[in-house]
């Protein structure tokens, strides 16, 4: 007689899944200082087998969609809401200006006579 034994590997885990809070203004992230930053609900779950099975812990966070910085929400501090035209700091005067004197190339080529 022959007894069969089975091993079945189980995965637990606790990961966090983070959801944006719906249609929101741009606004900049204090690290990067793209116009990135979001709110969102973070949320940690007890999963099985990869199945989220039991909500742990909850918070509301700003996220940056680039740097991926997370600050929880606190009164009194909320990150800059982009304005139009904003552009990154470093990038100012690159690439043209809003002043309109457009694309400025390094180098002119000489012309030939």
Request: proline share 10%.
């Amino acid at each position: 007689m022959m007894d069969c034994f089975f091993c079945l590997p189980i995965m637990i885990g606790c990961p966090t899944k983070i959801k944006p809070d719906g249609n929101q203004a741009a606004r900049i992230c204090p690290r990067c200082h793209n116009a990135a930053m979001f709110s969102a609900k973070s949320r940690t779950w007890f999963e099985l087998c990869f199945v989220p099975l039991i909500p742990m812990n909850s918070k509301h966070v700003w996220m940056c969609g680039i740097c991926q910085l997370q600050v929880e929400m606190q009164p009194g501090w909320e990150p800059q809401i982009a304005q139009a035209g904003y552009q990154h700091p470093q990038l100012q005067g690159q690439y043209g200006s809003s002043q309109g004197t457009g694309y400025q190339p390094g180098y002119v080529q000489p012309q030939q006579k």
